[in-house]
C-alpha cells in the first residue's frame, strides 16, 4: 500500500532555511486524483497546514506562511520536496508528509513526521 | 484565516458517547461541506477518520459519525472504548485551496 517517508536535517540553525523530502512509495505521485501536502505540529500544539502541491508543479500555500514557503515536486523521484526559509525557533515542530484527496479535501495517507528543531 | 475552535478536552465512560465541536465562519465550515476529522494517539501521526463532514474512511469504525450545522462542525464517537483515547483534530478547506485545522481536543476515557 501507498506508504509517505519524510527525510531532513533534524537540526536548522536560526535564519536558515529547513529543507525536507518526502518520498512516496507503493503509488504514483502523479495520480490525477491527488494533492501532496505538507502539515506540521509544533511540540504540544496543534496541527497548521502549510501548504500542498499538484503533481504538475501547481502551488497553494498558507497565507501565514506564504512568504517563505516553496513546495516543490520531482516526479522522476516520486518525491516532493518543503523549504521554508529564516526560520526562527517558533518553527520547530514535528513536520508531516500527507496525501491530499481532490475532491474530498482530506488528509487520507500520513507519513510518520519528522522532528525539526530550530538552534544553534 | 485563524484556526477553528475545538474544546479543549471532553471525556466520557466506556459505553457512552461523546460529542467534540468545532466551530468556524462562513468561509470555512459554514461555507463547504469539506471538513474531516483525524484521531492522533501520542507520538503518533494523524489518522483520518470522517471527510466530507459526514463520510468514514474504509476501516473507520461506524462509531465514529460527523455532522455540520452553520458553521459548526461535530464529530461523535459513540460506544465509547479505552482505544478511543486521543487528541482529535477537525479540520476545513477554507477557499482558494487553503485549509485551517482547530486547536484539538483531549478526549479522556474514564
Known amino acids: 500500500q501507498l506508504q509517505l517517508q519524510e527525510s531532513g536535517p533534524g537540526l536548522v540553525k536560526p535564519s536558515e532555511t529547513l529543507s525536507l523530502t518526502c518520498t512516496v512509495s507503493?503509488?504514483?505521485?502523479?495520480?490525477?486524483?491527488?494533492?501532496w501536502g505538507w502539515i506540521r505540529q509544533p511540540p504540544g500544539k496543534g496541527l497548521e497546514w502549510i501548504g500542498s502541491i499538484y503533481y504538475s508543479g501547481s502551488t497553494y500555500y498558507n497565507p501565514s506562511l506564504k512568504s517563505r514557503v516553496t513546495i516543490s515536486v520531482d516526479t522522476s523521484k516520486n518525491q516532493f520536496s518543503l523549504k521554508l526559509s529564516s526560520v526562527t525557533a517558533a518553527d520547530t515542530a514535528v513536520y508531516y508528509c500527507?496525501?491530499?484527496?481532490?475532491?474530498?479535501?482530506?488528509?487520507?495517507?500520513w507519513g510518520q513526521g519528522t522532528m525539526v528543531t530550530v538552534s544553534s | 484565516q485563524s484556526a477553528l475552535t475545538q474544546p479543549r478536552s471532553v471525556s466520557g465512560s466506556p459505553g457512552q458517547s461523546v460529542t467534540i465541536s468545532c466551530t468556524g465562519t462562513?468561509?470555512?465550515?459554514?461555507?463547504?461541506?469539506?471538513v474531516s476529522w483525524y484521531q492522533q494517539h501520542p507520538g503518533k501521526a494523524p489518522k483520518l477518520m470522517i471527510y466530507?463532514?459526514?463520510k468514514r474512511p474504509s476501516g473507520v469504525p461506524d462509531r465514529f459519525s460527523g455532522s455540520k450545522s452553520g458553521n459548526t462542525a461535530s464529530l461523535t464517537i459513540s460506544g465509547l472504548q479505552a482505544e478511543d483515547e486521543a487528541d482529535y483534530y477537525c479540520c476545513s478547506y477554507a477557499g482558494s485551496y487553503t485549509f485551517v485545522f482547530g486547536g484539538g481536543t483531549k478526549l479522556t476515557v474514564l
Open positions: 507503493g503509488g504514483s505521485i502523479s495520480s490525477s486524483s491527488y494533492y
Open positions: 500527507a496525501r491530499q484527496v481532490w475532491g474530498h479535501d482530506a488528509f487520507d495517507i
Open positions: 466530507d463532514v459526514s
Open positions: 462562513s468561509s470555512d465550515v459554514g461555507g463547504y461541506n469539506y
